[in-house]
């Protein structure tokens, strides 16, 4: 009896391959060995596949080429854009309180380089001061701190101590003991005065009582001179970060490592956090995050803070004074294959170009003579021109963008601070002990006063007076 489940025995085939008969599909040939498989008639007959199934098949190859390029471009533009876009944690969780910002008003001088740019360009006051001393009031042994000046009181830093004084007399009106020597200027917005400290404390005092409104500790001494903006207070520490911590509590919103420490103040603009190191390097950060957007460097450390305007970051290295674009961003990679390429071309390779300088970089000034410590302070900038003074005894003018010398003036002994701009006069001082103001158009001598002490520390101008520290730890107030 015939089993109708059995597997049916399949009709011997012809081998496509060499011809021969009385094959079986799907096992290999008895003649030639190869695989005897279910072609389509095109494959066994050799005639073309039909034009839909070309179409397909391109298609087909046309979308996995277009994801694949798709890939790779979202890929690169991820790669480029991953460090600068905003921290979520930071943005989400970690808002300032308050909109505090230490932001000169006309009439006063509430942080280090009067705006947060660090300028020291004053467009708006009400009279030229005319070079008589009103007063003067010793405050101890020197230090480093210029002194801030609002509503017609005077907040500096001495040996061990914080004052405040009346601006019209010089006269106490209170004082804290400090665990160190005050190097550093203080920031005030609102009715807050912050202050760091050698004992690693960011203070907030009631500036009208000195009394303490909260404090923040550093993991080191600070080591720069507070800002506030955006309801942040931002300073470096000589565990070389970078924090911001919120101006109305204390609590910290971000911190950020640096190559070297901050010892200087940063500067705010356009939201970017501009701050200088011990390491040579000008670093530009999210101001909101703490995030790196550029690193720039140099051979030397730094000795001032950066300045910013015109596009332009400014700021003293080695002795030279270098521009760099403010919005510069870092492209990953490009510096570590530069310094390959460099080094290529300093071994001869053959056919070796010579690199292009680092990104950024727009021009650098060193003085003729002893560049080694030429230019120590930051400049002082306006919309068409920056001033700044060197070791020599040069204080140079020149052009914002092309670094053109319009004039300079030589004074009696060299500058180690940064001048003041105010309205059509220029006013800096010199280790010798004068305090000059010239024409800043012109670079005349409009005059000169001498303290008899080495002027070491920015001055500060207020209600149309200047206020100027001297090596001998005297404060004199200018009219």
Known sequence: MVDERATPIPAPVTCPWCGAEAQTLGRN??????LISELPEWAITGGEPSHALLSTVRLRRWRLTFVVVLVFVLGFVFWLSVPFIPDPVVLLFK???SDLTSVSLPGQW????WDLGGTRNLEEFSRQPKGHILWSENLGKHTYGAPIVVDGIIYAGGDFKAVALEA????????IPTPGRMNHSFAVSDSYLYMGLSDHRLLALDRRTGDTRWEFFAEFPIT???IVAGGMVFFGSSDRFVYSVDAATGNLIWKHRLNGNLRSSPAISGGYLYATDSDGNLNILNA???QTRFRFRTAASVSDAPVVGNGLAYFPSGGRLFAVDAEARTVWGEFEFKKVWSQFY???FPGVPRPPSQRGERWRFAPEKIASRGIVASPAVAPEALYYGDANGYLYARGVTNKENLWQFRADDSISSSPVILGDRLYFGDQDGFFYALDRFTGNLDWRLSLDAPIEVSPVFARGRFYVR????????ID
């Open 346 to 348: 300093i071994w001869q």
């Open 224 to 226: 720069s001179s507070p």
């Open 110 to 113: 509430s942080s280090v380089a």
């Open 95 to 97: 808002k300032p309180t």
């Open 288 to 290: 909101r995050t703490g």
């Open 168 to 175: 019209e007399t010089g006269e106490t009106i209170w004082e």
């Open 29 to 34: 040939c008895q003649i030639c060995g190869k």
């Open 470 to 477: 001297t090596a001998d730890g005297w404060l004199h107030a």
